[in-house]
């Protein structure tokens, strides 16, 4: 296949297009500016600018570019920039993908669990109705940019992507050097649920998303095991040989990075499962939490 992937820098992207290429995949990247290469594609989504026509005959759009949600507090300026790098973005590519002659069969857009906000113990599953606050609304305003490619009759999945775990990047590589200090613990209650998924069963789910006709709209990449933050807390520092007895002070997190992301993204609670891909008997490698962190960190050298 021909694979078009925005975002082939990042940790999805990247890990995504070494899986593609290693089975005989030619993989195409987009970029902003000059082209360099053969294996590029010219886009520039702010200016609502793409090489449409190099898109012609592709196999496979792969949507994952996008502001990260987490690097600086959530001003105005930086909330406007988060969601407009992912409505602008996809509303191109989208648009570009619905104008072929010869349409890519299949475009995978990256969303996020965030899509269903702060949710309790609610069991949440691809039909659970979307939740309140800034992520679900840029989760579901994302998703509903896609909308031109679906209606050209190009299969289109919406990967709603939990935490995904990664020692060379996200959230537990910021997690492991406090822990390793022995200073990590829960944070706030721990009784809110995470949904995470390790990196090696993402790419898995991905080139699920890409192959397989019977999954469009929104998917759930999610491990099929939810833990609470108090159980991710402990398996952690288990596998580290660390204690966790200290909770996570929350106030310097909020005075640094401000209350609403630090509520959005270490106290709200989604249990999220991943019924389509359960559906249709995706394997996990890795589906309960503590023997993926072993992996993870043992593989990749802890």
Not at 4 to 15: D, K, P, Q, T, W
Not at 30 to 40: I, S
Not at 162 to 176: D, H, I, Y
Not at 242 to 260: A, D, I, Q
Request: net charge neutral; aromatic share 4%.
């Amino acid at each position: 296949m021909d694979v078009a992937i925005s975002g082939a820098r990042g940790l999805l992207g990247s890990a995504l297009a070494t899986s593609l290429r290693a089975d005989g995949h030619r993989v195409l990247r987009f970029v902003r500016g000059g082209l360099t290469a053969d294996d590029q594609i010219g886009w520039d989504p702010e200016a609502g600018r793409i090489d449409a026509p190099a898109l012609e005959g592709i196999d496979a759009v792969v949507h994952l570019a996008g502001e990260s949600i987490g690097a600086r507090r959530w001003t105005p300026e930086q909330k406007r920039r988060i969601r407009e790098s992912r409505t602008t973005g996809t509303a191109v590519l989208a648009a570009a993908v619905a104008s072929r002659e010869r349409k890519p069969r299949v475009l995978v857009s990256a969303s996020a669990v965030g899509y269903y906000g702060d949710r309790g113990d609610e069991l949440l599953t691809e039909v659970s109705a979307p939740g309140e606050g800034f992520l679900a609304e840029v989760c579901r305003a994302w998703e509903d940019e896609t909308r031109p490619a679906t209606d050209a009759g190009v299969r289109t999945v919406n990967v709603r992507t939990g935490v995904v775990l990664a020692k060379q990047g996200g959230a537990l590589k910021s997690m492991l050097l406090p822990f390793r200090l022995g200073l990590g613990g829960k944070q706030g209650s721990g009784k809110q649920w995470l949904s995470w998924i390790a990196l090696d069963d993402e790419v898995t789910a991905l080139r699920a998303a890409i192959d397989d006709d019977r999954l469009r709209g929104p998917v759930n990449l999610t491990a099929p095991n939810p833990v609470t933050n108090a159980d991710y807390v402990h398996a952690l520092g288990r596998v580290l040989h660390r204690p966790t007895r200290l909770p996570t002070p929350m106030l310097p997190l909020k005075v640094r990075y401000g209350g609403e992301l630090v509520e959005s993204l270490l106290l709200a609670s989604q249990r999220v499962i991943p019924a389509r891909l359960e559906a249709i008997g995706l394997p996990f490698r890795y589906p309960v939490l503590e023997p993926a962190l072993e992996a993870i960190l043992q593989v990749q050298g802890s």
